[in-house]
């Protein structure tokens, strides 16, 4: 693990402080257009604020109270890499949503692209640990660009001589107002799958108006997704490439009670919208080759519909 004073002394970039809360090093990034917190622990961001006076100046990432620093789990919450498998695997006793979540990143680069943009990368490798659960040598590179949007690119190097198949996403908690008062429109038109019922498969054919529980996968999905929140009188608008998945996920008051790190009554200020590549969606990755998924985040005045 790469020690804070280590890099403090490499990446002395303005801005940009490292500290350790936990067993967990931290990173925190100011700027001229946002705030934002992220940990070298799965490389998950847990925090972004934009400043703009034409925002509403609050976080749209959603952290656990109850959130574990220690090192053992993933922090319940912000931005956590789901990678090279989303949901279970397909061999029993091995962890949901992939290993590199629950993993330490190198952080290899830092830099002030201008006083209103930072853009930090990434990157975990296949180690005798990771083969021992997925048998193929690969390099992973996060990108997380900060400024008056927030980027995130994933780009997966199968550095293997056999084509790997993967499922991957950026399960990003959303935090809402009033999960039940909000809306989740650009979903129409794809596939999906109740993953709660397991019931038939339909197409969405309207917005989405959230009920938890809910734990929706939406397959060949393209269009922009848009969280409208009227509390926040905001909403957020999720833009993809290279990812044709959505996932929506809410526990509800049920379902949350069997989290030990979520509190029983958070479940309306949360809303997971995620980005990937799920089910027949799978990616495959040709030895010697790379895939990069790319979600882009950006906030706009809350309108009930599409103008």
Known sequence: MQSVEALQQTFSVEGVRFYRQDGLVMVEV???????????????????????????????????????YSGEKPVRG????????????????????????NQVWELASVSAVSP?????????????????????AFELQLTVTIGESLALSLTTHNLSDQPVDITEALHTYFSVSNAPEVVVDGLQGSECFDKLTYAESYFQTAPLKIQPPIDSVFIDQTEPVIIRDPGYNRCI???KESAVSSVV????????????????????????????????NAVTVAPGSEHTLRMMLTEQAYSAESS
């Open 116 to 136: 209103t943009q930072t853009k930090l990368v990434l990157t975990s490798a296949s180690s005798p640990d990771t083969l021992a659960l997925w048998p193929h």
């Open 78 to 101: 912000g931005i956590p890499v789901c990678w090279p498998w989303f949901g279970q695997a397909d061999k029993p006793g091995l962890p949901a949503h992939g290993f590199v979540r």
């Open 237 to 239: 608008r999720i833009e």
């Open 30 to 68: 100011r700027n001229a257009a946002a705030n934002a917190l992220l940990t070298t622990h799965g490389a998950s961001v847990l925090s972004f604020t934009p400043l703009s006076e034409a925002t509403s100046q609050q976080d749209w990432l959603w952290v656990s109270e109850s959130a574990v």
């Open 249 to 280: 996920w809410n526990p509800g008051p049920e379902i949350i009670k069997g989290f030990a790190d979520m509190n029983d009554q958070a479940w309306p200020k949360m809303l997971c919208v995620e980005a990937g590549n799920v089910l027949q």
